[in-house]
């Protein structure tokens, strides 16, 4: 069966069933890697993308739910240009990542989250940034999202937070 969605702006069909959940055909139909498999039953968060601009984990979601809607995933942040947006600078400069697995999840949610609340306090933080990270790199995770919404958080360096 065809599926129609757009992928990061780009117009996309796919030939799948429509209970293929969306993980697999972007990583295994559109090779877009970055979205990860972690638990695949909506709890870790390493396949977070943004449906129609809001978060979801697409290990859950149905491509038949997807027919019709914005995709976007790690990979389509970047502008254009080729410049990363402005949470995936803040999560290098923090230096977030240990292992990096969870990352892009852990960004896609951020850049949701700073969508929906635009700067969000480090309590705001801690409650909506639900993805699980193994390596315990939160502290570095906030400090990177209120850089990147020109928050300092006390104490911190942007630069190796801990």
Not at 61 to 73: H, P, Y
Not at 94 to 102: E, F, I, L, R, T
């Amino acid at each position: 069966m065809a599926i129609g969605l757009t992928v990061n702006g780009k117009a996309v069909s796919l030939e799948a069933e429509p209970d293929t959940p969306l993980l697999w055909a972007l990583r295994e139909e559109l090779e877009l890697t970055g979205t990860k498999f972690g638990c695949g039953v909506a709890a870790c968060g390493a396949c977070s993308v943004h449906l129609d601009g809001k978060i979801v984990r697409s290990c859950s979601v149905a491509l038949a739910d997807a027919a019709g809607k914005a995709v976007t995933t790690i990979e389509g942040l970047k502008g254009d240009d080729g410049k990363l947006h402005t949470v995936q600078q803040a999560w290098i400069d923090a230096q977030v990542p240990q292992c990096g697995y969870c990352q892009s999840g852990q960004i896609m949610a951020a850049v949701a989250l700073i969508d929906e609340v635009g700067r969000p306090s480090a309590a705001q933080i801690d409650e909506a940034m639900t993805n699980l990270c193994r390596c315990g790199t939160y502290p570095r995770i906030r400090q990177a999202i209120l850089a990147a919404t020109g928050q300092a958080a006390a104490g911190l360096s942007a630069k190796g937070a801990a």
